[in-house]
């Protein structure tokens, strides 16, 4: 599978890197349902085989679940692979409650509580899950570019940072990556920050690219309506009325456009995030290993001009309709 260079850092990085925010589990706040390890370790198995050369996870996943998954499974590979993982979000013992921290001494003990459950000496890209409390960006960042010092971590990123928020910390400390929502139906990052981040040298690593799920072209109004509780997306506008009918009609639609290709819509969505030269991958999640196999092929997927006008058509149809 192809790699681009991320940011300014030497980390070449597939086109699709593997994603596990699923991979924690339905048992928190943001879960995604119930989740069979073994079917993430499978999962994960299958998306190195696949070529696929890093993975994405954070401590909040599941409450450590998702980081302890992935170390199991990379043990004795550990090399192979490139380990994403994210702080800022705390947790209390057994509480749902989601705490918000980028104090310093709250990132000190993230970083060595994730190298455990990593089961890793080093993490090679830890990122700031999100800017949040606002105040506390310029000290979260500033520990950040301390433990690369320090050679706890490697390399530095952000995730969910305003364009504002971007130009502070890269007045700190260089950021070597931002992990932003980005999708056919999420596209706020073209206004500014996609041009900002090219001319940075920060890679963009897109998360949600298949809009979690809903641009795999397997989600149907019955199914979106009979998500758990414990799924998030239940609770998400994208996944409920009056939204879902528009989304699924668009839909509808993208999926003749991946049909007459011969590829799935999966695949087309994943193609379409990576048209942008400022883009280094896409994080695309995966709860089984027949999920990662099919979408780690648009890591050599390229879409024509007309492919790409006639997505725009219906992209602008839907936000019309909604
Ligand atoms: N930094 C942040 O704030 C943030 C936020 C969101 C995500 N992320 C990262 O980005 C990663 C990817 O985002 P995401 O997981 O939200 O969404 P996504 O990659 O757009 O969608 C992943 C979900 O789609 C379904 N799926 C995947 N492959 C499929 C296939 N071939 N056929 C049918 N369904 C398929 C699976 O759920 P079902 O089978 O249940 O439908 C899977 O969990 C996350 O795992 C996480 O690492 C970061």
Excluded at 158 to 183: C, E, G, M, W
Excluded at 226 to 250: C, G, K, M, T, Y
Excluded at 283 to 295: K, N, Y
Excluded at 302 to 312: H, V
């Amino acid at each position: 599978m192809q790699t681009r260079k991320l940011g300014n850092s030497e980390l070449y990085l597939t086109t699709i890197g593997l994603g596990t925010w699923a991979m924690g589990g339905g048992d928190w706040k943001f879960g995604w349902g119930p989740q069979d390890d073994m079917a993430s370790v499978k999962a994960i198995h299958a998306a190195l085989d696949q070529g696929i050369n890093w993975i994405d996870t954070a401590a909040i996943y599941g409450h450590g679940h998702s980081e302890e998954v992935v170390g199991r499974t990379i043990k004795g590979i550990r090399n192979e692979v490139i380990i994403a993982t994210k702080c800022g979000r705390v947790w209390e013992g057994d509480s749902r409650e989601i705490g918000k921290s980028l104090r310093a001494d709250s990132i000190r003990r993230e970083v060595e509580a994730s190298l455990k459950r990593l089961a890793i000496e080093v993490i090679d890209l830890y990122q700031i899950h999100w800017p949040e409390p606002d105040e506390e960006i310029e000290e979260g960042w500033d520990t950040m570019a301390q433990l690369v010092k320090e050679g706890k971590v490697r390399y530095v990123g952000v995730s969910n940072f305003s364009l504002d928020q971007l130009k502070r910390a890269q007045a700190i400390h260089s950021i070597t990556s931002l992990q932003p929502p980005y999708s056919m139906l999420r596209r706020e990052i073209e206004e500014e920050i996609m041009a900002y981040c090219g001319s940075s040298q920060i890679g963009i690593i897109a998360y949600s690219p298949m809009q979690a799920g809903l641009l795999t072209g397997k989600f149907t109004k019955e199914r979106a309506t009979s998500l758990p509780d414990s799924d998030w997306r239940s609770r998400h506008p994208f996944f409920i009325e009056p939204q879902l009918s528009v989304n699924l009609q668009a839909i509808g639609q993208l999926k003749e456009i991946a049909d007459n290709k011969g590829i799935t819509l999966s695949q087309l969505s994943l193609a379409w995030v990576l048209r942008n030269k400022e883009v280094t991958a896409a994080i695309v999640g995966a709860r089984s290993p027949g999920q990662i196999e099919e979408t780690a092929k648009a890591g050599e997927l390229s879409l024509t001009k007309a492919e790409i006008g006639a997505i725009e058509e219906i992209l602008a149809w839907r936000i019309n309709n909604l």
